[in-house]
C-alpha cells in the first residue's frame, strides 16, 4: 500500500501494535507523529526504526487523556506537514482487578486513557479532516470489548466504548470522505502478555483455534488496510484479529 505524501498519527506508538503501526505506515511511505506516555528510551528507537525506512518521525510525550497533550501532538503534526490524513487511537492501559475489589482509581485510570483519549483525539483530528474532506481513522478496540473478560470490567468498558464511538463518528463524518473503523485485537505477543505466566499463556493459547497469539505485526496489517485507499467504501466496521476467538 502506498502512503506517499500522507501523514499519519498514531497514539502510543513507542512500543508494540503502536510501534508496528508505525513502521507498516512507514513503509508506505507516510510521515510519522506518535505520543509515548513515558518510556522515551523506546520512543527514541520507534523514532530511529522510522527514520531508517526513509520516513520523517517525531514523537510527543504525553497523556492522550489531557486535552493539552492531544493539542501539542495534533499542533506538531500539522505544524511539521500541514494536513493530518490517518489516525491510528492505539493508546492503551490495564489496571486489571476482579469488579468487587477494584478501586475507583484503577477504573478511572483505564477509562480515561483508553476511551476519552480516543474521544480527545478524534475530535480534534477530525476537525482538521473536514476540512480536508478526507481522511482515515482506525480506533483499536480488543476482542475484550465484544465479549468481556473476568478481572477487566475497566478495560472491557473502555474498549466497549471505542466500538460504540467509531460508529456513531462513522454516521458524523461519511459524507465527508471520512472512514472510521476498529480493529479488535485478540491476545499479541506483547509486552503485556510477555508478563503472564507460562501457565496461563499456555491456558490463553489453548483458548484460541488457531493455536497461537498473534503478532503485533498481525493488527499493523490490518490497520494498513483500513487506512489505505482500497477501504474507502469500508466505514463503521470492527475488523477481528484474533486467531478466531470471537467466531
Known amino acids: 500500500m502506498s502512503f506517499a505524501n500522507q501523514t499519519a498519527v498514531v497514539t502510543g506508538g513507542s512500543r508494540g501494535i503502536g510501534r508496528a503501526v508505525c513502521l507498516t505506515l512507514a513503509r508506505g511511505g507516510a510521515n510519522i507523529i506518535f505520543s509515548y506516555a513515558g518510556n522515551t528510551a523506546a520512543a527514541e528507537e520507534t523514532v530511529s526504526a522510522v527514520r531508517s525506512l526513509g520516513a520523517a518521525c517525531a514523537a510527543v510525550r504525553g497523556d492522550v487523556s489531557q486535552s493539552g497533550c492531544v493539542k501539542e501532538l495534533v499542533d506538531t503534526a500539522m505544524e511539521a506537514f500541514g494536513r493530518i490524513d490517518i489516525l491510528v487511537n492505539n493508546a492503551g492501559i490495564t489496571r486489571d482487578g476482579l469488579l468487587m475489589t477494584m478501586k475507583e ?9 483508553n476511551l476519552r483519549g480516543t474521544f480527545l483525539t478524534m475530535k480534534a483530528v477530525s476537525r482538521i479532516m473536514l476540512r480536508q474532506r478526507s481522511g482515515r481513522i482506525v480506533n483499536v478496540s480488543s476482542v475484550v470489548g465484544l465479549h468481556g473478560n473476568a478481572g477487566q470490567v475497566n478495560y472491557a468498558a473502555s474498549k466497549a466504548g471505542i466500538l460504540g464511538m467509531t460508529k456513531s463518528a462513522a454516521k458524523e463524518l ?11 485485537p485478540g491476545f499479541i505477543e506483547t509486552d503485556m502478555t510477555a508478563e503472564l505466566p507460562e501457565e496461563a499463556k499456555s491456558a490463553l493459547v489453548r483458548s484460541i483455534p488457531m493455536g497461537t497469539l498473534g503478532r503485533a505485526e498481525d493488527v499493523a496489517a490490518a490497520v494498513a488496510f483500513l487506512s489505505g485507499s482500497e477501504a474507502g467504501y469500508i466505514t463503521g466496521q470492527v475488523l477481528g484479529i484474533d486467531g478466531g476467538m470471537g467466531m
Open 174 to 184: 461519511a459524507s465527508r470522505g471520512i472512514t472510521v473503523n476498529a480493529v479488535a
Open 105 to 113: 482509581p484503577d477504573f478511572d485510570a483505564v477509562v480515561d486513557t
